[in-house]
């Protein structure tokens, strides 16, 4: 497993941006997918973004597509999810997840390690 530290998150308006980093620990992180999560008080943990190992290849949540792009840093560790055009809705903890394997994958369970979340705020 690698150690995961999101940052980045805040208060923002609604039309804002804010670009996430998870900095992971580890001599590893070129061999796993990573993934952006977020949930909202109340609400499941959902799916946003994730990364192959390589960076070619990537999936969005329909609900941000267009508005999100997720891209990786391997000589720095580092995984970024910039968000432009926020909306209200997307108010919520955001959580990077790692996973072993080179296809990108939208479940929660698939994923084995977590950061500890950042913050978004969104107000309208």
């Known amino acids: 497993q690698v150690q995961l530290v999101e940052s980045g998150g805040g208060l923002v308006q609604a039309g804002g941006s804010l670009r996430l980093s998870c900095a992971t620990s580890?001599?590893?992180?070129?061999?796993?997918?990573m993934g952006w999560f977020r949930q909202a008080p109340g609400k499941e943990r959902e799916f946003v973004a994730a990364?192959?190992?390589?960076?070619?290849?990537?999936d969005y949540a329909d609900s941000v597509k267009g508005r999100v792009t997720i891209s990786r840093d391997n000589a720095k560790n580092t995984v970024y999810l910039q968000m432009n055009s926020l909306k209200v809705e997307g108010t919520a903890a955001y959580y990077c997840?790692?996973?072993?394997?080179?296809?990108?994958?939208?479940?929660?369970?698939?994923?084995?390690?977590w950061g500890q979340g950042t913050q978004v705020t969104v107000s309208s």
């Open positions: 580890g001599r590893t992180f070129s061999s796993y997918t």
């Open positions: 990364i192959s190992w390589n960076g070619e290849s990537t």
């Open positions: 997840a790692a996973r072993k394997g080179v296809i990108p994958s939208r479940e929660v369970t698939n994923y084995g390690s």
